[in-house]
């Protein structure tokens, strides 16, 4: 296996046990000295409607999934890019406002509810591609879905 393969491993491994995204990419830079500062999001248009990932947060019939689409950077270094989509009647009004108003990562404003991650796919990509790992995971809180996170993990990461 080449080194690169080796680091997208470990990476998967930690990614795989970790609560929060944001917080295993904070500690995966700073061991690898990636970029500087906490992980923030950088705001993109939201992404279209996704029927099959909205399906999987089970709303009740009055709940709307909400979505956002963020590059996730540590100082100038991108680290991935993310599609997440949640309930917000599932979240505090202060979460559901800092979500709306700032660019503070999903995993830091939801913390506060103890959330579990759940992979549900992911696949390595091909050299060339800009991202090396594409990962869709449930994260849950108190045993229910909170949201959906489609996140691709840039090369930067294992350079």
Do not use: K, N
């Not at 996730?72 to 979500?99: F, K, N, Y």
């Not at 549900?120 to 949201?147: N, Q, W, Y």
């Amino acid at each position: 296996m080449d080194v690169v393969a080796t680091e997208v491993a470990h990476f998967l491994d930690g990614l795989r046990a970790a609560a929060s995204a944001t917080r295993f990419l904070e500690s995966w830079c700073a061991r690898r000295g990636l970029g500087a500062g906490p992980v923030r999001s950088r705001r993109l248009p939201p992404p279209p409607p996704d029927a099959a990932a909205e399906a999987l947060l089970a709303p009740a019939p009055w709940e709307r999934p909400e979505a956002r689409r963020v590059t996730l950077m540590r100082g100038a270094v991108a680290l991935s890019d993310a599609e997440i989509r949640w309930l917000g009647t599932r979240l505090t009004p202060a979460m559901q406002e800092a979500l709306a108003r700032t660019d503070t990562p999903f995993g830091v404003v939801v913390a506060p509810l103890a959330p579990e991650r759940r992979m549900l796919a992911e696949r390595v990509l091909p050299p060339g591609d800009a991202h090396a790992l594409d990962c869709t995971a449930l994260v849950l809180a108190g045993g229910r879905p909170i949201a959906v996170a489609r996140e691709r993990y840039r090369r930067a990461l294992f350079a």
